[in-house]
């Protein structure tokens, strides 16, 4: 693993049994049911370890606050409290956008039933005040073919009276989360991996630069997280709820 800092090159050897390194951590297996995330630390680099561990430690208070959640990996403790590593459990299956790529396609019963699932976390995460702000294909893992949202480095969590409604009112960066989450459930449904990167771009995408949604399963609501129509997640929430019963 190797950093640029203050202009100079660090080569900093991986840990034993690392399987993924990300942003703010260095993600390792222990053994068949967990993993430990820990900090990426740079020798000499003082203010770059505190930023990692910092975003580690927001990451832990995310996964204490959400609690246990059948959508959310599991969180299974600090691992190191000098370091503030944590502990979670071990996803058999991998990320969502390898399993797509690697599996054949599902029926349709199962894929409205990880649109259900996947959306119903986010609407939780949402009402324990919390935003994800990393939504992609790798931050959902496959766990006994059930996904797991992981990876709350870059989250915000808010006061438990914080009114969300206003918060995403006043932060448009917030509905990022749906446009992405448009995504995700586009390649779920079409079984074909379908990313957008708002901040790699810049800007919200144009319409020739997104796949037709006319006729496929959730077109509509893809649609409207993509034309940014959604105020907060309890829109996209309640629109899904009102779908699903139509199709069974």
């Not at 349709?108 to 119903?120: A, P, T």
């Not at 949202?149 to 206003?166: H, Q, S, T």
């Not at 960066?173 to 992405?180: A, F, G, I, K, M």
């Amino acid at each position: 693993m190797a950093a640029n800092a203050s202009s100079s090159i660090i080569m900093v050897k991986q840990r034993p049994g690392c399987i993924a390194i990300g942003f703010s951590g260095e993600i390792c297996r222990i053994d068949d049911s967990h993993v430990v995330k820990h900090p990426k630390y740079f020798p000499g680099h003082p203010t770059y370890n505190k930023q990692y561990r910092d975003l580690i430690t927001l990451e832990r208070n995310i996964y204490e606050r959400l609690g246990d959640h059948k959508g959310i990996i599991t969180y299974l403790g600090i691992a190191d409290a000098e370091t503030g590593a944590i502990r979670l459990a071990y996803a058999n299956q991998g990320d969502l956008s390898t399993y797509i790529g690697s599996h054949d396609m599902p029926s349709q019963s199962f894929r409205n039933g990880w649109v259900q699932l996947l959306v119903g976390t986010f609407y939780h995460i949402y009402c324990c005040k919390v935003l994800h702000q990393d939504v992609k294909l790798n931050n959902s893992l496959v766990d006994n073919d059930c996904l797991k949202v992981i990876d709350f480095a870059n989250g915000a969590l808010f006061p438990l009276d914080a009114g969300m409604e206003a918060t995403c009112a006043d932060d448009p960066l917030s509905r990022v989360d749906l446009l992405c989450l448009g995504c995700v459930i586009y390649s779920i449904i079409t079984w074909q991996v379908f990313t957008y990167d708002f901040f790699e771009e810049g800007r919200w995408p144009m319409p020739a630069e997104l796949p037709p949604t006319s006729g496929i399963p959730f077109g509509d609501i893809i649609k409207n997280c993509w034309d940014d129509k959604y105020s907060t997640i309890a829109s996209l929430y309640k629109d899904v709820a009102a779908w699903l019963p139509q199709r069974h």
